[in-house]
């Protein structure tokens, strides 16, 4: 299974963007999850949701963005609403199948 993110941008503060994460397979058994790396700091957890549907999220996200999942169109989306500078980064999509793929990223910028 291949994945590809998109959806990335520039976007003002306060603002919002939607990113998809298109399966090349099936993701209905699969938990799938988006991260993102900042410049010079490491990878991390934004958002996982489990192949029946719960979300999980991290603290700095909650509140103002929303993982969800379409198993029939095989993609994960993450709605992003008020939207900070310190959400400026590359985001990554996984999934884990038989093995854990990454997708490419997707660069999200956030202006003041």
């Known amino acids: 299974v291949q994945l590809q993110a998109f959806g990335g941008g520039l976007v003002q503060a306060g603002g919002s963007l939607r990113l998809s994460c298109a399966a090349s397979?099936?993701?209905?058994?699969?938990?799938m999850g988006w991260y993102r790396q900042a410049p010079g700091k490491q990878r991390e957890l934004v958002a996982v949701?489990?192949?029946?549907?719960?979300?999980n999220y991290a603290d700095s996200v909650k509140g103002r963005f929303t993982i969800s999942r379409d198993n029939a169109k095989n993609t994960v989306y993450l709605q992003m609403n008020s939207l900070k500078l310190e959400d400026t980064a590359v985001y990554l999509c996984?999934?884990?199948?038989?093995?854990?793929?990454w997708g490419q990223g997707t660069l999200v910028t956030v202006s003041s």
């Open positions: 996984y999934g884990r199948f038989d093995r854990g793929v």
């Open positions: 949701i489990a192949p029946g549907g719960s979300p």
């Open positions: 397979g099936s993701i209905f058994s699969s938990n």
